[in-house]
């Protein structure tokens, strides 16, 4: 299929060309016809199955062929990062289109809140916005939202573990009651759900590669006591020649320890956390998608919402305690077809965890022998760590044992109506 197929105008499709989209994705192929019908869509796809077009697309040519003269779409997103992401990805596609966007979000000075205020009053086509700016604006009461036709809510369940469930049911006392409304989803626990029946009409459901990693990712893992963890991160990066690799830490203070280590090395370096103005913050990630760091260490604040071609190498410094967060930070890396390499350190306490993750992936991840001149880490037991010894290390795990909150089988591509079960 090509996306002349979706009988897109002129301008649009030469803006495809310029950014080099030739097929679409799965998920673009089934749902922007949906969208293009007025039909209510939840959708379940990862970060890097190409989501982002597949709401952008039809949502920008409905705009090209009605040109409203009021914001007429609004897409909420849980963080900058993701806003940013979405923000450049609209004025690539919209570059041959004369369109009016705009993307609010927090971290900014004074004169850039004037700045959103000034557009907003004025009214633009497209608006991008995290839950918590965007309330400032409307709670000033120069937004018009009355006329907005088409609502998106992008990464729900990341919008809702870091609590604004509470700001979007605000926001929604601003809108009117008939618009499409679009959910795009990592994941579909019952709290999703519910929201959906609340908030969509007759809505189409996709379900599109659900929790799996690339095939181009050979992940590996080392098992290591905390102790041992930095010098073989000196070992992982004095052993290869990266351009550009992403290493996740579980706090900011183990984040500048491990910038700090890292530059001691002579390694490019640089690193993210809630320490840094956002200015910084955004200098930092600017740095690294132009190449001029190699390495970017991080939390998981970047772990979605970031899209950097070329990702050679993740490093897990710390296991992700949600085995969709591994999923998401390994995904950085083996974007498009590519292939990449991820590597995560396993202490004793963090087993099993592991051991969740290796069930939800229904993969047994390779652990690598510690390199010549270490001493012998722990064992991989994670049986250990299962209270009543209720554990099968390869297979499924034994129906009395806890299970992961995902266990998936293969990627599988559905689209049905979305019904609540009461």
């Known amino acids: 299929m090509s996306f002349e197929q979706f ?3 002129p301008q649009l499709l030469e803006g495809l060309d310029a950014m080099n989209f030739k097929v679409p ?5 089934q749902a922007i016809p949906e969208i293009m019908a007025g039909r209510d869509l939840i959708a379940s796809a990862q970060t890097g199955t190409g989501k982002t077009a597949a709401f952008l697309l039809p949502i920008l040519e409905k705009t090209l062929r009605d040109k409203p003269s009021h914001i007429d779409t609004l897409i909420i997103v849980p963080t900058r990062e993701l806003g940013q992401q979405i923000d450049q990805q609209l004025g690539g596609f919209s570059y041959f289109i004369d369109i009016s966007s705009m993307a609010v979000y927090g971290g900014g000075d004074g004169i850039g809140f004037e700045q959103q205020k000034k557009a907003l009053t004025q009214g633009v086509e497209i608006l991008i916005a995290t839950p918590g700016k965007l309330l ?4 000033m009461g120069y ?3 009355k006329h ?3 609502l998106v809510l992008d990464e729900v369940d990341r919008m809702l573990d870091m609590g604004f469930i509470d700001d979007i049911q605000r926001i929604l006392n601003y809108l009117p009651a008939y618009k499409q409304t679009l959910f795009f989803s990592a994941t579909m626990p019952p709290k999703i759900r519910q929201l959906a029946v609340k908030l969509l009409k007759n809505p189409v459901q996709i379900n599109i590669s659900i929790s799996k990693p690339a095939e181009g990712i050979n992940q590996s893992a080392y098992l290591v006591y905390d102790t041992q963890k930095l010098n073989l ?3 992982i990066f004095s052993d290869v020649n990266l351009k550009s690799a992403i290493l996740f830490a579980g706090t900011k203070q183990k984040v ?3 910038e700090r280590e890292l530059k001691r090395l002579g390694l490019n370096v640089g690193a993210i956390h809630s320490d840094l103005e956002q200015h910084q913050r955004d200098e930092v990630l600017l740095s690294f998608r132009n190449r001029n760091l190699t390495i970017l260490v991080a939390t998981d604040v970047v772990s979605r919402g970031i899209d950097v071609a070329g990702i ?4 897990n410094y710390d296991v992700p305690a949600d085995p969709e967060d591994y999923v998401h930070r390994i995904g950085r890396t083996a974007r498009a077809e590519t292939l990449g390499l991820a590597i995560t350190l396993i202490n004793d306490l963090d087993q099993r965890k592991f051991w969740r993750i290796e069930q939800m992936i229904d993969k047994e991840v390779t652990k690598n022998p510690l390199p010549a001149g270490f001493e012998k880490g722990p064992d991989y037991t994670p049986e250990k760590r299962i209270v009543g010894g209720n554990f099968k290390k390869k297979g499924k795990p034994h129906s009395n044992s806890p299970k992961p909150k995902h266990v998936n089988s293969a990627p599988v591509e559905v689209k049905r109506p979305f019904k609540h079960k009461s």
Do not use: A, C, W
């Open 256 to 258: 500048k320890e491990i």
């Open 233 to 235: 991160l000196r070992h």
């Open 25 to 29: 994705t799965p998920i673009q192929e």
């Open 148 to 150: 907005l036709r088409h």
């Open 143 to 145: 937004v018009d939202m």
């Open 136 to 139: 400032s604006h409307l709670n």
């Open 312 to 315: 050679e190498l993740v490093v």
């Open 7 to 9: 009988g897109f105008s």
